[in-house]
């Protein structure tokens, strides 16, 4: 975490903060080796300051194949470096963005029925973050 004097951001790293959270170990999250390519399931391994680990479980493999470096889709360090295809990128499941959105109260046509939901979906987000 920083501390209260402000942090500068290491070289080729965006100032703000992003605008995901690190899912950690042993987390689920959808590993593509770019953008829009095909997503495959991965097994979150390690948590860095920048990237995660995954362990990937492509269909065409028996075993686990190992991921380093792998930065969120929608982190501006892609835009500025461009993607390490070996490497990868990652984005939450569609489960995991469903408790996000509910946490958030974004769903929409759901009205004022949402905020007992989404209470508990926050609840629920709190724990698995932790």
Sequence with gaps: MPSEKTAKPAPGVAAEPPKYVSPR???VVLWRNAPGGDAYPAIVTQVGRHAISVMLFPPE???GVPKDGVRHVGDPWNKQHGINADSGVWDYTDETKLIRALAA????G???NVQPLAQEASVILASYLR
Excluded: E, H, Q, W
């Design 110 to 112: 759901l009205d004022g």
């Design 25 to 27: 170990p042993p987390a």
């Design 61 to 63: 493999s028996r075993v």
């Design 105 to 108: 109260s974004k769903i929409p």
